[in-house]
T-cell receptor, first 114, second 113 residues
Framework: GDSVTQMEGPVTLSEEAFLTINCTYTATGYPSLFWYVQYPGEGLQLLLKATKADDKGSNKGFEATYRKETTSFHLEKGSVQVSDSAVYFCALSDLGTGFQKLVFGTGTRLLVSP | NAGVTQTPKFQVLKTGQSMTLQCAQDMNHEYMSWYRQDPGMGLRLIHYSVGAGITDQGEVPNGYNVSRSTTEDFPLRLLSAAPSQTSVYFC????????????FGPGTRLTVL
């Protein structure tokens, strides 16, 4: 079945450092890809998405490019802030069923220090 | 506009007890779903609904029941709680259509002793 693999955390960075969180996927069809963020004590929020190969999703300085040839969707940000500390989930959805069944990775915790 | 609300925020049960986790949304979304979040496993889909009166099983449905009598509400019932159901539960909703965003509630942390 479909699956998502994320790098294990925590990822610990200083403010203004460059961030990369790796995500690779396995899917039989042509899924849409998502990054969700979970701040402490809150539910998940959609951060960005890409619906087809070579699409780049971007939001709040974060970006990720749908790479079909490497089955990857790595999350990047050029300069992280303390407020970016959260857990980040990569997810895919095979839309063939019509209902957006999301398959999540295990999540990567990001800790940013001043 | 409150979005997706869940009650309670925290709950402790004894093995064998039953309870209902409440979920409501005020966005007139057609689709609603329940996920559980466990350490090292991400979120897994329990049940979902594509409209009032229509529900279906997700990846891990055993031990849980759902019903959807109104568009707004989608309660999750634990009939006989087990320690394996200790988890954080998230409800989500989205409009019908392929690319619309899913909105998640704040979660319910359940401990079964």
């Amino acid at each position: 079945g479909d699956s998502v693999t994320q790098m294990e955390g925590p990822v610990t960075l200083s403010e203004e450092a460059f961030l990369t969180i790796n995500c690779t996927y396995t899917a039989t069809g042509y899924p849409s890809l998502f990054w969700y963020v979970q701040y402490p004590g809150e539910g998940l929020q959609l951060l960005l998405k890409a619906t087809k190969a070579d699409d780049k999703g971007s939001n709040k300085g974060f970006e990720a490019t749908y790479r079909k040839e490497t089955t990857s969707f790595h999350l990047e940000k050029g300069s992280v802030q303390v407020s970016d500390s959260a857990v980040y989930f990569c997810a895919l959805s095979d839309l063939g069923t019509g209902f957006q069944k999301l398959v999540f990775g295990t999540g990567t915790r990001l800790l940013v220090s001043p | 506009n409150a979005g997706v609300t869940q009650t309670p925020k925290f709950q402790v049960l004894k093995t064998g007890q039953s309870m209902t986790l409440q979920c409501a949304q005020d966005m007139n979304h057609e689709y609603m779903s329940w996920y559980r979040q466990d350490p090292g496993m991400g979120l897994r889909l329990i049940h979902y609904s594509v409209g009032a009166g229509i529900t279906d099983q997700g990846e891990v449905p055993n031990g849980y029941n759902v019903s959807r009598s109104t568009t707004e509400d989608f309660p999750l019932r634990l009939l006989s709680a087990a320690p394996s159901q200790t988890s954080v539960y998230f409800c989500a909703s989205k409009m019908g259509g392929t690319y619309n965003e899913q909105f998640f509630g704040p979660g319910t942390r359940l401990t079964v002793l």
